[in-house]
């Protein structure tokens, strides 16, 4: 947990920063700022799987980024459609971070962060119904 708080804090504070990390991706797209936008839909959704993970377990979750190996430690078997959106998420922590291009803000283009922001958006609706 977070230090000393109760599991409905620390659920709560997961989900906290879920919402802004996704409106922090909005407002990033709405710049223009595509990179951007698919880091912060990768975050809002590494939160939520925190959430859950809290939620079902009443422990703190994995400090790790993988989407795939937090969907996993949150015991969670997601439809084609979203596991195909976390596949997608999952590398974009990285990404923003470290790039492996010269220009890694080619990398993502408007077309794909709108698709992202799309699919987070799924992924949030999906995740808070069991996080909550």
Same mark, same amino acid.
């Not at 979203?82 to 077309?111: C, F, G, N």
């Given at each position: ?13 997961? /989900? @906290? ?5 996704? #409106?922090?991706?909005?407002?990033? *797209? ?7 936008? &698919? *880091? ?8 939520? *799987? ?12 994995? @400090?790790?980024?993988? /989407?795939?190996?937090? &969907?996993?430690? !949150?015991? /969670?078997?997601?439809?084609? !459609?979203?596991? &195909?959106?976390?596949? +997608? ?5 990285? /990404? ?10 080619? !990398?993502? #283009? ?13 992924? #949030? +609706?999906?995740?808070?119904?069991? &996080?909550?």
């Amino acid at each position: 947990m977070i230090r000393n708080v109760s599991v409905e804090e620390s659920i709560e504070y997961w /989900l @906290r920063l879920a919402a802004y990390d996704l #409106d922090t991706a909005r407002a990033l *797209f709405a710049a223009g700022r595509h990179l951007h936008t &698919a *880091f912060f839909c990768q975050q809002a959704i590494e939160k939520l *799987f925190k959430a859950v993970i809290v939620r079902r377990t009443d422990s703190a979750p994995p @400090r790790i980024h993988d /989407l795939i190996r937090l &969907a996993a430690a !949150a015991s /969670l078997h997601p439809s084609d !459609a979203h596991r &195909a959106s976390i596949e +997608r998420l999952t590398p974009l922590a990285m /990404l923003a971070r470290y790039p492996s291009t010269q220009e890694p803000e080619k !990398a993502v #283009d408007r077309a794909i962060a709108e698709r992202l922001l799309s699919e987070t958006e799924d992924l #949030d +609706r999906w995740l808070r119904s069991i &996080a909550t």
